[in-house]
């Protein structure tokens, strides 16, 4: 059974960063082909795509968060981070991580506030 599961967000001042994590469990065989990605959700809203890096691929940004976010993976411990730079207050949100290869697999998600 895969499990997902992301940490590292919290409170953060704006201009501030965070590191978030994805850890997957159960997925030894085919992480490293699967294409990785990181959602996003606020309250009430549609979950959005922030960013996905499919196997090989170059790494596509939303246009809200090019240049400030950056999305990695490590194939051998796999785990996918997601960096975040120069944080605004609307990217406040319940982030989550994603894996697909070919069905989908979310993880419980996790807050990320910038505020002052």
């Known amino acids: 059974q895969v499990q997902v599961v992301e940490s590292g967000g919290g409170l953060v001042q704006p201009g501030g960063s965070l590191r978030l994590s994805c850890v997957a469990s159960g997925a030894e065989r085919w992480f490293d082909v699967a294409t990785v990605a990181w959602y996003r959700q606020a309250p009430g809203m549609e979950r959005e795509l922030v960013t996905r890096l499919d196997d090989g691929g170059p790494a596509r940004y939303d246009v809200s968060v090019k240049g400030r976010f950056t999305i990695s993976r490590d194939n051998i411990k796999n785990t996918v981070h997601l960096l975040m730079n120069r944080l605004e207050p609307e990217d406040t949100d319940i982030y989550y991580c994603?894996?697909?290869?070919?069905?989908?697999?979310w993880g419980q998600g996790t807050q990320v506030t910038v505020s002052s």
């Open positions: 994603n894996l697909q290869c070919p069905d989908h697999y």
